[in-house]
């Protein structure tokens, strides 16, 4: 059973940093097709970052490009947003989650369908 959990979440000024872990099991795709999300209070919840099919690279959304990074850990079971000048406008709920490689290894299932339970970031201006 793939489970993931993200930790480190918190209240952070306007202008610095956080960094943002997810810890997975039973997923053995790891890091590919695993993504970044969050939910803002009133507002959708949206794809900030992830990491493609293998040797398809990564995504960032436009309003995190160059700010924010994404990384694995060598054994592969831990995935981390590396969130720098963070911004009011980053205050939401960030989630990770994943969808799995078809079996070509060459591109991701359609649908994240499995996901942790959020970490709460919150910016002040």
């Known amino acids: 059973q793939v489970q993931l959990l993200e930790s480190g979440g918190g209240s952070v000024q306007a202008g610095g940093s956080l960094r943002l872990s997810c810890t997975t099991s039973?997923?053995?795709?790891?890091?590919?097709?695993t993504g970044w999300f969050r939910q803002a209070p009133g507002k959708d919840r949206e794809e900030i970052a992830a990491?493609?099919?293998?040797?398809?690279?990564?995504y960032f959304h436009d309003s995190v490009k160059g700010r924010f990074s994404i990384s694995h850990n060598v054994a592969k079971t831990g995935l981390y947003l590396q969130m720098n000048s963070l911004k009011p406008e980053d205050t939401a709920i960030y989630y990770c989650?994943?969808?799995?490689?078809?079996?070509?290894?060459?591109?991701?299932?359609?649908?994240?369908?499995?996901w942790g339970p959020g970490t709460q970031v919150t910016v002040a201006s």
């Open positions: 039973g997923y053995t795709d790891n890091p590919y097709c």
């Open positions: 990491f493609h099919a293998p040797g398809r690279g990564t």
């Open positions: 989650a994943t969808r799995g490689v078809r079996r070509t290894g060459e591109d991701c299932y359609h649908d994240y369908n499995y």
